[in-house]
């Protein structure tokens, strides 16, 4: 948000540059040199989240019992003989806490 350099009150942006609200003083709005700049920084973080090998385990909606958190990765897991239905096993994506789901 943009505030006005002569009087401080709120600036709105309306075709192609700022105006402010109050006393009417006009501002034009970011050039295209800023435009390329940013898109630069973004392509370079696109390279960088591609070499990562990050967790790629699936994530879920489901609360932390821990540190309140909604979003774990989860696993399923058979646990003792084969006719008990599989136990799903969450860890926070926040704290890693690790819990299991209760039925
Ligand atoms: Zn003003
Ligand atoms: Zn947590």
Excluded at 29 to 50: A, G, H, T
Excluded at 58 to 80: F, H, L
């Amino acid at each position: 948000m943009e505030f006005c350099p002569e009087c401080g009150a709120m600036m709105l942006p309306k075709e192609g540059i700022l105006k402010c609200n109050s006393c009417g003083h006009e501002k034009s709005l970011s050039n295209n040199n800023e435009y390329e700049v940013s898109r630069d920084i973004k392509e370079s973080e696109n390279v960088k989240v591609l070499g990562d090998e990050s967790d790629v385990r699936p994530t879920t909606t489901e609360v932390c019992p821990e540190c309140g958190n909604d979003k774990a990765y989860y696993e399923i897991k058979q646990t003792r003989s084969a006719d008990e239905a599989p136990t799903r096993f969450f860890t926070c994506t926040e704290c890693k806490y690790t819990w299991r789901e209760y039925d």
